[in-house]
């Protein structure tokens, strides 16, 4: 149907709309209509990209950490009645993106069956002999490339890493 009505547009100056719809068997208010949508679509782009500039001068301002609340929170404030829903559009079509805070995750889940395992130092971190009480810990340390598990071993009464 678009492209009728875009023949129609284009020949209208030439012949009559009246004439022109009669040929497709289009009604003319069908026409009309498309006509008056295809400007409020027009108008509603004008009127989307004034506000993604308004957006991203925002989120430029914010050193580009606000979101969707954010910005949305501070148009509303400068008096500009707009949708959060239009505001997210916005943004996620120009790729403007703000900081999320990284959700803690805890790398272990304990099983609930599990015994926990006895206390062979009695909570007694000191050693007066070397080599005597040693303490072993594993730690995962995120990379560019990945986690990295780290594990060591270490000796109570120097301190020192023996493993």
């Not at 430029?60 to 148009?75: C, D, K, M, N, W």
């Not at 079509?93 to 959700?103: A, S």
């Amino acid at each position: 149907m678009n492209a009728i009505y875009t023949f129609i547009e284009a020949e209208k100056t030439t012949y009559g709309v009246a004439f022109l719809c009669r040929l497709p068997k289009v009604a003319r208010s069908s026409f009309y209509a498309w006509l008056a949508a295809a400007k409020a679509r027009a108008a509603r782009k004008a009127a989307d990209q004034d506000l993604v500039h308004e957006i991203t001068v925002i989120h430029v301002a914010s050193r580009h950490t606000y979101g969707v609340p954010r910005i949305h929170a501070e148009l509303r404030r400068l008096g500009r009645a707009v949708n959060r829903k239009r505001v997210a559009r916005l943004m996620r079509e120009h790729c403007v993106q703000g900081v999320t805070r990284r959700k803690r995750r805890s790398l272990t889940r304990p099983d609930k069956k599990a015994r926990p395992a006895p206390d062979l130092i009695g909570r007694d971190f000191h050693a007066e002999v070397p080599g005597t009480k040693l303490v072993g810990d594993i730690t995962a340390l995120p990379t560019s490339e990945g986690r990295l598990c780290l594990a060591c071993w270490l000796d109570l009464a120097t301190r020192e890493v023996v493993g």
